[in-house]
């Protein structure tokens, strides 16, 4: 399902390239998406094994990545840090996309009209928006998580999440960007399906 999201996202942006290009595009996509959201949970997994001496999973599941520590407990604060350190490490790749283009294009690709400039591009451009997309506090991305461990109230939390994801799904719809839709379509019923799950019995 990881694979088909993201091809399915690669066709959604490039969909207006056409034959060979289009699926060369998605090739290209699909391998910087990869790179891009292992090293997100690489940040998560080492992170949350610097706190707790255990041994973390990384699973690749549809529309993203999921790291989990078996048995292990966090303090808020460490919870916090460690849910953290997966956007910024999408930043800090954004960083090094930006600043290896600038050294490396003017060598490999003087005239820029090749994948090895779409793939800095690509590489720029995921990662930024994949820091930025997790920090949106709608659970389970990482700003709804950060969201929950200040919210005690857990039903509220996800009704906050809810909210949200109804609005980026507004967002999605008027600016027909139909992958946005998608993607809060699925949290949000999540996050319904979660509150129902913890509604107050009478």
Request: net charge positive.
């Amino acid at each position: 399902m990881f694979w088909l999201s993201m091809a399915l996202f690669g066709y959604l942006i490039n969909q207006k390239a056409q034959g060979q290009a289009l699926f060369i595009l998605i090739a290209l996509f699909v391998l910087i998406a990869f790179l891009s959201i292992l090293c997100h949970e690489l940040g998560h997994a080492l992170t949350g094994r610097k706190f707790t001496r255990c041994r973390p999973e990384i699973s690749l599941v549809a529309f993203g990545g999921l790291a989990s520590f078996p048995g292990a407990s966090f303090t808020k604060w460490k919870h916090v840090i460690m849910v953290a350190a997966g956007p910024f490490t999408n930043f800090f790749l954004a960083v090094v996309f930006y600043v290896s283009s600038h050294f490396l294009l003017p060598r490999l690709d003087p005239e820029g009209s090749t994948l090895i400039t779409e793939f800095f591009r690509l590489g720029l451009v995921i990662n930024i928006i994949w820091g930025i997309f997790n920090l949106i506090p709608v659970f389970p991305l990482d700003g709804g998580q950060i969201m929950h461990s200040f919210i005690r109230n857990q039903r509220l939390a996800h009704t906050i999440s809810l909210v949200i994801a109804i609005l980026m799904i507004a967002w999605g719809i008027s600016t027909a960007q139909l992958f946005i839709v998608i993607l809060f379509a699925f949290m949000g019923y999540q996050n319904y399906e979660i509150m129902q799950a913890i509604r107050p019995r009478k």
